[in-house]
């Protein structure tokens, strides 16, 4: 018969005394390091992050020359900023859609840069004449280059430029007409500017004062194609070079703008040699006499090789970002 007073160890880790009330045991020791090898699970994200599988890098396919000129970094990187909720650029990747960024181009930047594209830019490749009559090396500003274009479309020859008595006055045209194109250039970037006076796609930010755009809009109201130009450059530079978007320190923009997202303004990563292309289109005047010239005589001097206009010379103006 057994003892009242015995303690049988009970099946939870208990010792049961004769009063049937459990008293969990004290253990003494240290801790372990436990490794359980059927707890080995292997997971996956459903989707993958993208910024690019190649390089994003359109480009214009038409064109008669290239020419070159060089503008000035620090002014131009001015013009473009992008904000995001995140207060680090690296953070923002570009897939189909950007979320919660910003695409700023500031309208008093635009107004103050002018790359003097019709007094400075020098032809580079494509260029109808090298060198004069005597073997003397000419000049290859581009809107010197023109005329003799035009005296080349006209006389079969662009020596004969120097047979216009207006010949300086035509130069003095195609400096103009150089500059003017730019001024067009501006107008769209003023298009998708901060004051949004001609964009009613554009969104006002009141905490931060200023308008924006972002990746959605691509275009106005009626289907005219205006470009987010600031986005444009934002997914070259990423898809190409997103390495860039390491140090923000240089590039955070001092005007204390910030959005509803508390983002903070960041100015495009440019850098020095960097190169933003344009193409312009050159075209004889309405006025011009042909001088008796017609299309059955010389086809390839006339537009579409039909005429009534002559032929225009496109060229890419490839502006370089210097100090």
């Keep these: 018969m057994s003892n009242p007073n015995t303690v049988y160890p009970g099946p939870n880790a ?43 890098d359109p480009s214009f396919s038409a064109y008669d020359a290239i020419s070159d000129v060089d503008v000035s970094l620090a002014h131009f990187r001015e013009i473009f900023a992008i904000e995001s909720d995140s207060d680090y650029l690296m953070d923002l990747s570009y ?22 594209i019709g007094s400075t830019s020098t032809v580079t490749a494509g260029t109808v004449q090298e060198k004069n009559s005597l073997g003397v090396p000419v000049n290859q500003h581009t809107k010197s280059d023109f005329i003799r274009y035009l005296a080349y479309l006209l006389f079969n020859t662009p020596y004969a430029a120097e047979l216009f008595i207006n010949e300086q006055e035509l130069v003095v045209s195609a400096h103009d007409a150089l500059d003017l194109a730019w001024e067009q250039c501006k107008a769209k970037l003023r298009y998708v500017a901060t004051d949004a006076s001609f964009n009613h796609n554009m969104k006002y930010d009141t905490s931060g004062n200023y308008h924006y755009l972002d990746d959605s809009l691509l275009s106005d109201a009626s289907g005219n194609g205006i470009s987010n130009i600031c986005g444009e450059l934002y997914k070259q530079i990423v898809s190409n070079d997103p390495q860039r978007f390491n140090e923000t320190n240089t590039l955070e923009v001092a005007n204390e703008n910030v959005n509803g997202l508390g983002g903070k303004q960041y100015y495009l990563p440019f850098i020095l040699n960097d ?34 206009e002559l032929k225009p010379k496109v060229y890419l103006i490839k502006m370089k970002l210097v100090a």
């Design 95 to 116: 897939n189909s859609v950007l979320d919660n960024v910003h695409f700023i181009v500031y309208h008093d930047k635009i107004n103050g840069f002018n790359p003097h």
């Design 275 to 308: 190169i933003i292309t344009i193409r312009i289109t050159l075209n004889a005047a309405p006025t011009q006499d042909l001088f008796n010239l017609t299309v059955a005589e010389r086809p390839g001097a006339f537009k579409n090789g039909t005429g009534p």
């Design 14 to 56: 208990t010792t049961l005394d004769a009063s049937h009330n459990p008293t969990y045991l004290t253990v003494i020791g240290n801790p372990l390091n436990f490794t359980i090898l059927d707890f080995d699970q292997r997971m996956f994200l459903d989707l993958s992050g993208v910024i690019y599988k190649s390089a994003y």
